[in-house]
């Protein structure tokens, strides 16, 4: 089944270390933009072959400044243009500072199933040295928010290895998670992009990272926690209650197909790979033209689909099934890569076992050198 993923690419202030595409609030942009959305979507589905959807996924930029009756036309546009199953996923990223259980109460009434929120830090100076405009009391009164909405799938993002971030105080973060008893956790290292506003601030503040021995310690440590918690490490930087992974995250790792909609939005299906215009401004323009939004459309080689599949099959923890991959793409994983695998799984960062492939929480954290392998 499909996942439909919608891109809102607003955000009330712009954070130091983003790269996402995104832009600042401007009330009357984003009311012609949710109508692009929903012309989008409704075209999609005016297609006999629209297909079967399972999961919706409004991320951004910060979803959550959409209005709850904006979401609920979206969600019907889904509904309307493709086959979406009763059971369906449908997740509203939010900032905690843009929330309160009014609203939440309301996006729940318009579809909405799970939440998750990008918290970041329970520490408010490394949420202040990010340029958040929450505090660690916001985060924590919007969960609670979230579950006096009557939500009971929620998710939150915490980084680690911040500026003049401490093993211990990363770990005060995880601890604090732990306590509040989410149904998920995204868990994600801090990059700081060579062009990010951050590193000159960092330059400026005398702010470093810790050493990469102490970030390996953060992520170890913190998964270690996790698990006594009773959450399942799922992907790489993933965990969840059993039964609460992120479905529509999952198609992505799964060899999956998604279709996205909204400014610089990625979609693939049938083998066919395309990109959405990233602008804004132009992808409203030419929606209002009737003309194609997509952009880099590429048709995938049989190579590169294997590559693909891959390559994310193994950020999973239960890795990658070689006989499901050889009867889908006719490819002896190991006869072809086994090579250039076996110096990982001497080092004890990949395992195999029979016909499954996977990597170990070493492995975890030299997944790129490992999956250089596939790409
Ligand atoms: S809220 Fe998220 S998307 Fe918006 S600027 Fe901050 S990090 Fe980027």
């Not at 199953?85 to 259980?101: F, G, H, I, K, Q």
């Not at 999952?250 to 990625?266: P, Q, S």
């Not at 090579?339 to 195999?352: H, S």
Request: hydrophobic share 40%.
């Amino acid at each position: 089944m499909l996942g439909l993923y919608i891109h809102v690419p607003f955000c009330s202030a712009i954070c130091n270390y983003c790269n996402f595409n995104r832009g600042l609030f401007d009330a009357a942009l984003k009311a012609r933009y949710v109508d692009a959305l929903v012309a989008e979507i409704g075209r999609a589905g005016a297609v006999p072959t629209a297909g079967v959807a399972d999961t919706i996924y409004f991320g951004g930029g910060t979803p959550s400044l959409l209005e709850p009756d904006e979401i609920a036309r979206i969600v019907e546009a889904c509904t309307s243009a493709f086959d979406v199953a009763d059971d369906r996923e449908v997740t509203l990223e939010a900032n905690p500072e843009s929330v309160t259980t009014e609203r939440l109460a309301a996006y729940r009434a318009s579809g909405v199933n799970r939440v998750s929120f990008g918290v970041q830090s329970f520490r408010d100076e490394e949420l202040r040295r990010l340029s958040r405009l929450h505090d660690a009391n916001r985060a924590r009164a919007a969960v609670a928010d979230a579950r006096a909405a009557g939500f009971d799938n929620v998710s939150l993002d915490l980084m680690m290895w911040l500026p003049g971030q401490q093993v211990g105080d990363w770990l005060s973060s995880v601890d604090e998670a732990i306590a509040i008893g989410l149904e998920h956790l995204s868990l994600y290292l801090l990059e700081v992009y060579p062009n990010a506003p951050l590193k000159e601030t960092m330059a400026r503040a005398r702010w470093s990272q810790a050493p990469d021995d102490d970030a390996a310690a953060m992520y170890v440590t913190a998964m270690e926690r996790l698990e006594s918690a009773g959450y399942e490490q799922y992907e790489i930087s993933n965990v969840a209650r059993r039964g609460r992974q992120s479905r529509h995250n999952l198609k992505y790792w799964t060899d999956g197909e998604w279709l996205g909609f909204g400014c610089g939005a990625h979609s693939t299906r049938d083998g066919v790979r395309w990109k959405n215009v990233s602008s804004t401004e132009e992808y409203i323009d030419r929606i209002g033209r009737h003309q194609t939004t997509a952009v880099d459309v590429r048709r995938m080689a049989a190579d590169e689909r294997l590559g693909d599949a891959l390559f994310t099959g193994l950020r999973l923890a239960e890795g990658l099934d070689l006989s499901a991959i050889e009867s889908r793409y006719g490819v002896d994983v190991w006869a072809r890569y086994g090579g250039e695998l076996a110096p990982f799984v001497d080092a004890g960062c990949l395992t195999r076992d029979g016909a499954r492939l996977w990597l170990t929480r070493r492995g975890m954290l030299l997944a790129h050198e490992v999956m250089t392998v596939f790409v």
